[in-house]
């Protein structure tokens, strides 16, 4: 056999991605930048490609193999990357389906079928079925950005398989091509078909005939040591090959990883759902007590059986999904049973199996949950797992490495004991959760790769681990593949005469070991090319933020990206992240791919430039720090937070672009403007307008925000105090952004509050959260004015005298920005605390006030960072009490996000975010719908984008006021008009 594999090391990257771009490949990346973002995927292992190829069109794909055959590079196959087990990363050129080769082919209801390419992400399949009233059987929790490329590799199961099978059981065929360039269409066959394929001779006769003769001579090892329950995945399915299951090639080769053929279309199987389903919640005294009850709960045929541990649930900090845990029955473990029927059937359905459940030893209680809302948030946290698991509640990371093992169902109580000791013995931890349903459980561990002692302890562990699930009767894999981190342990399971079998059928298949070289056969060591390794020693980069719950450590703050996707999303589902990826589907502009390029810059081996590196620059450039990855990445990423301390090192000493001087720095030049507002106006609309925004870094298409002609501070300084004032003081924090531009949303703030009886106060002088200069990365100034903010509200704080914001970009500053910045200082950290948004103040502190009554519906915008720190549902309650009629948009970021959408080379991806849910969703608003927005940036951007005008809730509130009570009105607020002409 000739090993490709092991050639590779004499290639050039340049050269081989020149070839690749000379024939005809598809879009190729060489470049330092991309080779970094594609080293790793969501395992422990690292490895650095020579280039990556993205095909759009079939014959890109035969044409890369051919390049790659010619000069002898391994090629890997990469869906979503979200592969646990190392078999997406690879040392040769990497073929990622996921951003152009992706259509959904064919759909036919009546066959009940899907033709598609493997670069389809599932959720997109499953929207084009459920218009047919039809899915695909197989959901992994990486459903919003997993693709069926990557699911056929791996043999994908997820959370249902219990009833819809796995995705080997939902192939119908596939179409393939080998490294030797052979394309071939799979399916079942009979012995008819076998004979007449045989007979033409070509090169598809030759592969039908070894595999065909492999399977005749070993019919009995492969019906007694293969397939012997449904999650045993490890190693090749040679089971299918068998006659009683007609010879199915294409099933054959799902869960080959991508080491026998590459697939260029695939023809799977739809299923018509149960029309109705219930969620009954069953608690437990511990896993091990959840385990055990699984087999008499498989008798009520549940469509998914799953269970989690409180390890699990004790990790989560997000208030919505903190809140729906709170509410789970009393217990330490707890199994999610789902049943599917008819509205009539499911009560008794779910009574029937809560009281097998309450029969078993260790039953604390049950639920059955009928609110749908509250169910997704539920299972929200089941599917956010393999994030969540990654740091254990002392902070400790925690790895993959053992975390798909499974065995029959009966052995999943006795497994998991003998597991929970093993791990005791090597002083590990682990959350476990899974599919208990199918005894396969996910578990991410301690392991310390950082040195000698501990790399030695994950080999002694996982071969230890090995032995136990072969000693009850399991598989290493249950559906995540075995890839560099179970191959090596393969012959503890199978033993050497099937080791050989698999050695026999990848040589068939690919007789170059050009295909993934190293996963299932020849692999390489489970300790090989870590992604953290006790040899390399990151560059020593000092930091300005104190990133505290990383140690202080940069390099542990971004690999705190595993790689478990979620930013891939191509929808919200109630997440903010990742606006700029939603827009371009590049991985450089995703969370993911921006982390992977950070922690490639600790290394200093493929990224070598540290702070200066123009690779990280370009792909931190369009992240529009909108906070949404620090709430919505289960594993807690902030590219915000890394972005800033980034751009203060990269520019230190440098020029800055324009943007970073016209708006990083508008809060202290809006003061001079705000003493001539109308000169200032009539200079940023008049001909000179166009020069001023390119002397500004500001984009030609933007239209600057108008100043107004009275600043907030200058009308409020003025006043006399109204109200009674009965609950104490309150301090309104007077942004910048609508003191300058929009004070009617801080007028309207006090109306507000002196009416529900609060009395008013300001900071002295003009104060500043400095969340321009955190943005842009100017962290020095950023301080000092954090020092002098600190400083001014220092007395309100230690009087107890809540801060309440209207902005929320600058309420999420104060309570999160500033401590950071002033890291150890008690009083920023108490001022942190200390802030409010609006709704909160009303609602927690002034719960008997009574809000004006409106009769209306209303769409409103959440602001990202107020998404990313207290969430909306404070603004939910009170709009609610109000007798509005509300609907929270699931929109995500609304594209302007501050400076970024003024930006030069901005503007398209800025108004593509606001696209994709917000825009539209405002153009298709009846027109006494209210649009409700509290941020700056999201009114500008509907202002800009459409003929409406967005809302505060501040607004919305003092416009309802009783117009007899004027001494709670400074002023007449009125809420926004629409415009009066039209704006594509």
Known sequence: MTTTAQGHGSLDAAAVAEALRQGDCGTVAGDRGTRAQYSADASNYRRIPLAVVFPRERRHVLNALGVCRRLGAPVTCRGAGTSTSGQAIGPGVVLDFSRSFNRLLALDPHARTATVQPGLVLDELQTAAAGHGLLFGADPSTHSRCTLGGMIGNNACGSHSLAWGRTADNIVELEVVTYRGTVVRLGEMTQEEIDEAIAAGDDRAELIAALHRLAQRNLAVLRTKLGQFPRQVSGYALEQLLPERRFHLARALVGSEGTLAVVLSATVRLLRPPPERALVVLGFSDACAAADAVPALLGHRPLALEGLDHALTDIVTRPETRAAIDTLPAARAWLFAELGGTADTLPGQAEALAEA????????????????????????????????????????????????????????????????????????????????????????????????????????????????????????????????????????????????????????????????????????????????????????????????????????????????????????????????????????????????????????????????????????????????????????????????????????????????????????????????????????????????????????????????????????????????????????????????????????????????????????????????????????????????????????????????????????????????????????????????????????????????????????????????????????????????????????????????????????????????????????????????ADGFSCRTQIAQQTRRHGTHLAQLLAHALPASDTSARPAAPTLPTDKEHTRD
Request: with cysteine; net charge neutral; proline share 6%.
């Open 357 to 932: 459940a309450q029969r078993a030893p260790g039953c604390t209680g049950s639920e059955v949950i009928t609110d749908p809302a509250r169910a997704r948030r539920l299972w929200r946290i089941r599917e956010d797992g393999a994030g969540l698991a990654t740091r254990s509640p002392d902070g400790r990371e925690a790895w993959p490495g053992w975390e798909d093992a499974a065995v029959p169902p009966d052995q999943l109580g006795s497994y998991l004991r003998e597991f929970t000791v093993l791990m005791d013995r090597h002083r590990l931890q682990g959350a476990v959760y899974g599919h208990f349903g199918e005894g396969c459980l996910h578990v991410r561990i301690t392991f310390d790769f950082s040195t000698e002692e501990g790399t030695a302890v994950f080999r002694t562990f996982v071969t230890d681990a090995a032995r136990l699930i072969a000693a009850h009767g399991g598989s290493l894999s249950g559906e995540h593949g075995d890839g560099q981190a179970r191959s090596a342990l393969l012959p503890l399971m199978y033993g050497p005469e099937i080791i050989a079998l698999f050695e026999e059928f990848k040589s068939v298949w690919d007789p170059d070991n050009g295909l993934n070289p190293g996963m299932i056969v020849q692999p390489l060591p489970v300790d090989t090319h870590l992604r953290v390794s006790p040899h390399r020693t990151p560059l020593p980069l000092a930091t300005v933020l104190p990133f505290s719950a990383d140690d202080g450590d940069f390099a542990k703050a971004t690999r705190r990206c595993v790689g478990v996707g979620k930013c891939r999303s191509a929808s919200g589902g109630g997440d903010v992240m990742c606006p700029s990826y939603r827009v371009t589907r590049d991985e450089k502009d995703s969370t993911r791919g921006r982390a992977r390029l950070l922690y490639e810059m600790t290394q200093g081996e493929v990224i070598t430039d540290g702070w200066r590196s123009t690779e990280v620059r370009d792909a931190l450039d369009l992240c529009l720090s909108c906070k949404g990855c620090s709430a919505d990445c289960p594993v807690g990423v902030d590219v915000a937070t890394y972005k800033s301390e980034f751009l203060h090192h990269h520019y230190q000493g440098r020029l800055r672009p324009a943007s970073h001087y016209s708006m990083g720095w508008l809060p202290l030049l809006a003061r001079p403007a705000a003493r001539v507002p109308r000169l200032v106006n009539a200079l940023t609309s008049s001909r000179l307008a166009p020069a001023l925004k390119r002397l500004g870094g500001i984009a030609a298409q933007r239209e600057v925000p108008r100043f107004a002609d009275q600043t907030f501070l200058s009308w409020f300084r003025r006043r006399t105090p109204q109200g009674d004032g009965r609950r104490g003081p309150v301090m309104l924090w007077a942004d910048s952004f609508n003191n300058h531009f929009s004070p009617e949303v801080l007028t309207a703030g006090v109306a507000v509050l002196e009416h529900a009886g609060f009395r008013v106060r300001v900071p002295d002088g003009t104060q500043c959260c400095g969340l321009t200069w955190i943005t842009t990365g100017q962290l020095g100034v950023a301080r000092r004015i954090a020092r002098r903010t600190t400083a001014a509200l220092r007395p309100a704080v230690r009087a107890g005298i809540p801060v309440v914001g209207l902005e929320p970009s600058c309420t999420a500053a104060l309570r999160s920005d500033l401590p950071e910045l002033l890291d150890g200082d008690e009083d920023a950290r108490a001022l942190g605390r200390s802030a409010r948004t609006l709704a909160e103040l009303l609602v927690h502190q002034a719960p008997d006030w009574q809000p004006p009554q409106v009769a209306a519906r209303s769409i409103s915008q959440t602001h990202c960072h107020q998404h990313a720190t207290s969430g909306f549902s404070a603004d939910s309650t009170l709009l609610a009490r109000m007798g509005i009629d509300n609907t929270t948009l699931d929109s995500g970021c609304c594209g302007l996000a501050g400076n970024f959408g003024f930006e030069h080379g901005h503007y398209e991806v800025s108004v593509a975010a606001g696209e994709q849910v917000l825009l539209p969703a405002v153009r298709a608003a009846a027109a006494d719908t209210l649009i409700l």
